[in-house]
């Protein structure tokens, strides 16, 4: 679902401002608050704990794969017409993002782990890989 579709199907009690904000980790959640969108998201509450669980010991994966992935959006559209066809490509996938979101701040955006996954399938590059192409061409903010 879309954030715009949580909003829609809650009947407005969870806002789509509100849940992104949870995904993207700046805001914070309580347990009560958790259990409440697990709920209604129908999944046990351990899934927010999963990845952690698991613990995995590969530190390049659990950062190219926990971290917040934000690109500069302004940059993105002064580059658009770079001969590059990585960079197109990058650059139509967060405009699909934002316009799928209901997002139109227009300077920053944040990408989820599975959108990660996706741009991974497109670009055909294993996540550590994607990370570098997009940090070599400058796209990606720095956390």
Request: positive net charge.
């Amino acid at each position: 679902m879309t954030l715009k579709q949580v909003e829609i199907k809650s009947r407005g009690k969870w806002k789509a401002v509100v849940v992104g904000s949870y995904e993207r980790g700046t805001r914070s959640l309580n347990i009560s608050r958790a259990e409440e969108l697990c709920h209604f998201y129908g999944v046990p509450i351990s899934q927010l704990f999963s990845s952690s669980a698991q613990g995995n010991t590969d530190e390049t994966t659990r950062t190219t794969t926990t971290q917040l992935w934000r690109f500069d959006l302004r940059r993105l559209t002064a580059i658009k017409t770079h001969p590059d066809n990585f960079t197109h490509l990058i650059y139509n996938f967060l405009q699909n993002i934002a316009i799928k979101r209901d997002d139109w701040n227009g300077e920053v955006i944040t990408i989820r782990n599975t959108d990660k996954e996706l741009l991974g399938l497109l670009t055909q590059k294993e996540n550590v890989d994607l990370l570098n192409s997009l940090a070599n061409r400058n796209l990606i903010l720095k956390n």
